[in-house]
Structure formats: structure tokens, C-alpha cells
């Protein structure tokens, strides 16, 4: 089905159920990130680089803009009204203002090597859980 990557569902946990919301209007490609503010559920397309808000009282899709970035994108998150767009070994960040419409790369202090890692929004504050990635050397 060519349409299998734009077809979207919600999980509403008071009623225990999926419904089926409006399709997204592209087509997601092999991966996409998601990340919520409000009433807003924010995708971006690691394959293709746009920025979508669905507004889910409207229950519609608004095209943003595409960003551009010089990594893959592999995590996203809303934080202080910025969206955050990671690289895959949390190395690098695009961070992309909503209200002026800017984005900007930054260099991210050292991390240690993760074999996951996911960002969230903490207590006023952006943070990384990492999951460290282990050698394949035994202990006795």
C-alpha cells in the first residue's frame, strides 16, 4: 500500500482505544521523530528533513518548513519553546526556534558512547538518558 507511511493513529489511554486522525500529507520514509507541546505533536522526517505540526483540536497537518541539517536526525525534542533535533551519537544539535523562525548547529559536550539514548524535557531542563554501549570483553 503506497499510502501505508501516512496513515496516522492516536491512542487515547482514558478510552483504551486507537483512532484514526487525519494522514499525514508526505510520506514519512524510513524514519521519522516525534515530539509533543500542548495540544501539538511535532514529526520530523530523518529521510527527507521536513518539520510537520499536527494540531490535534483541528485535528490537522501544518508544513513548517524543511531543516536542514548536517547529520542525520535520529531524536527529536520540545524544550523552552525550541525543537531540539539530534545526531545519532548525540554529538551535534539543531536547534530550531518556532517564534523567529532560526535554526542553528550546535556542539554538545562529551558524551559517553550509548548504545540508546533519547532525549526529554526535565524538570526545566533538556536532558539525555543513555543506555552505554559495553565492549564485548569478559569479566571474570
Known sequence: ??????????????????TAVT??????????????????IYVVSSTYGYLYRYNATTDRW?????LTAPFVIKDICWHAGKLYCMNESMTRKLVYNLETDASHIEDVRYLPVAA?????SFQGRLRAVLVPQHDDRRRD
Not at 500500500?1 to 486507537?18: A, G, H, K, M
Not at 501544518?62 to 524543511?66: D, E, L, V
Not at 540508546?116 to 526529554?120: D, G, H, N, T
Open 23 to 40: 494522514p499525514f500529507p508526505e510520506d514519512l520514509g524510513d524514519s521519522f521523530f516525534t515530539a509533543s507541546a500542548g495540544q501539538y
Open 62 to 66: 501544518y508544513k513548517i518548513k524543511n
Open 116 to 120: 540508546f539514548s533519547q532525549l526529554i
Open 1 to 18: 500500500d503506497p499510502d501505508i507511511n501516512q496513515n496516522v493513529e492516536c491512542f487515547d489511554p482514558t478510552l483504551n482505544q486507537w
